[in-house]
């Protein structure tokens, strides 16, 4: 019998990390991060100076990236950059290179060997289209725009990082347009997903709904 997969696509600052992370503790699951290895590979290219608009070589870099995951934090060669995986610059440039073909062919078998029993919850934008397209369970996760910019301002100030909600919102959007638009893989439902807009749920409420939903594809 195949490892169940459960996928959770959507925007950014939609919620998927924590449903992820809250669902896999929840069903004892493993939980893939995919956009992290958008980062990591985002902060190899900053720190090897390397060229973002060369392709191969953002692949080639993308293809032996020394990540691991461990207790929640991110290591790479070792060292844990979950904090700088999360700085703006790395996000802008990780939203960047995701739009290029061969960077992510170069992460397609990373990301399935992530698949591992009992179970796996996967979040990103195209888990449930491209990577795991057979998951039994598939979540495409929104919010209003104006409900993830106060979220991520939120987020912001409360590790004491100044923040300007309009450039938020401007920010998110356009990176949503960019996930949106581009032709590799782009940012949108699989056919079979199930919609949830979190924008008036908690996060226990997103959780016990997708929990529902498991029980009713079991
Ligand atoms: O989800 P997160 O904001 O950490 O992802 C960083 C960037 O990586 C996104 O802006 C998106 O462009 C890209 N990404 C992607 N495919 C995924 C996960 C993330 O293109 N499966």
């Known amino acids: 019998q195949q490892v169940p997969v459960i996928t959770v696509d959507g925007p950014t600052a939609s919620g998927k990390g924590t449903l992820s992370s809250e669902l896999a503790a929840a069903l004892g699951y493993h939980h893939l991060d995919s956009g992290a290895l958008y980062r990591a590979t985002a902060l190899a290219v900053l720190e090897a100076g390397a060229d973002a608009g060369n392709e191969a070589a953002v692949a080639a870099l993308a293809a ?10 991110v ?15 790395v996000g802008l440039l990780a939203s960047q290179i995701s739009a290029l073909p061969a960077v ?9 060997g992530f698949r ?28 209003s725009a104006a409900q993830r910019a106060e979220r991520r301002h939120k987020q912001l100030i409360s590790k004491g990082i100044s923040a300007n909600l309009d450039s938020l919102r401007a920010d998110l959007e356009a990176r949503d347009a960019r996930d949106m638009q581009r032709s590799a893989a782009p940012l949108r439902p699989a056919q079979d997903a199930r919609l949830l807009d979190n924008s008036a749920l908690s996060i226990e409420a997103s959780v016990e709904q997708v929990l529902a939903w498991w029980e009713d594809v079991q």
């Open 64 to 73: 032996r990236l020394p990540i691991r995951f461990e207790l929640q934090r």
């Open 75 to 89: 290591l790479l060669e070792g060292i844990d950059v979950s904090d700088r995986l999360r700085e703006e610059r």
């Open 104 to 112: 992510r062919a170069a992460l397609v078998e990373l990301q399935l």
């Open 116 to 143: 591992r029993a009992p179970g796996l919850v996967a979040d990103g934008r195209d888990m449930g289209t491209v990577i795991f397209p057979g998951a039994a369970l598939k979540v495409f996760l929104t919010a």
